[in-house]
């Protein structure tokens, strides 16, 4: 059984770019949550999805957006990237919404 | 609004001491409260769960305690090992939702001393 990947590890843009991140949910998973961790901060709820449908989102604008492919592979996307984007982002699988939540190591986006 | 703190945001401890990590939330409509350990440059490790109609559950050298009175999380590590050292989270997620947003606090930096 694999855990929760996500691709790529590091990322360094240009503020006003956009940038997408993926995720592989682990497997028997068909739910996958995104998440915001600035430096030295908890995690921050961006959105869930639950069979390739938002399922709830969090206090972000809509320039932060997702997917959720048939095999429950995930995508975050960000549209006009600021300074205040940078972070490690993080997505979490789990087996059903309300499910435990098993997060992969992170994407660190460095908007510059 | 909803939200999650910690009392300590840093905790020393020898190895071989028992840790006890707090937590304070104000969401009364939280019935979900998870502890995460997160290591440098990794995603958050689950640790231990509770639920709202619990007030204690035991895992391997883990222990968390919940009093929803006062709105009080603990996290007890025994025999701290140096492997032990991470910042740990703890997490809610409000009750009645049909998705599972977990809210975090700002987290703990546990250190443990050989």
């Known amino acids: 059984e694999t855990g929760v990947t996500q691709s790529p590890t590091h990322l360094i843009k240009t503020r006003g770019q956009q940038v997408t991140l993926r995720c592989s949910s682990q497997?028997?998973?068909?739910?996958v949550s995104w998440y915001q961790q600035a430096l030295g901060q908890g995690p921050q709820f961006i959105f869930q999805?639950?069979?390739?449908?938002?399922?709830g989102r969090g206090n972000f604008p809509p320039r932060f957006s997702g997917l959720q492919f048939p095999n429950y592979s995930s995508e975050l996307n960000v549209n006009a990237l600021e300074l205040d984007d940078s972070a490690l982002y993080l997505c979490?699988?789990?087996?059903?919404?309300?499910?435990?939540?098993?997060f992969g190591p992170g994407t660190r986006l460095t908007v510059t | 609004g909803e939200s999650v703190g910690l009392h300590l945001p840093t905790l020393s401890v020898q190895e071989g001491d028992n840790s006890i990590i707090n937590c304070a939330y104000s969401n009364s409509a939280s019935d979900y409260f998870i502890w995460y350990k997160q290591e440098s440059g990794k995603g958050p490790q689950f640790i231990i769960d509770i639920r709202s109609n619990m007030d204690k559950r035991q895992g391997q050298r883990v222990t968390v305690l919940l009093n929803k009175t006062v709105k009080h999380l603990s996290l007890q590590i025994a025999a701290t090992q140096p492997g032990d050292s991470a910042v740990y989270f703890c997490?809610?997620?409000?009750?009645?939702?049909?998705?599972?947003?977990?809210?975090f606090g700002q987290g703990t930096i546990l250190t443990v001393h050989p």
């Open positions: 497997s028997g998973h068909n739910t």
């Open positions: 999805y639950y069979r390739e449908e938002e399922n």
């Open positions: 979490a699988s789990s087996s059903s919404p309300n499910y435990e939540q098993y």
């Open positions: 997490a809610e997620r409000a009750g009645g939702t049909s998705y599972g947003k977990l809210t």
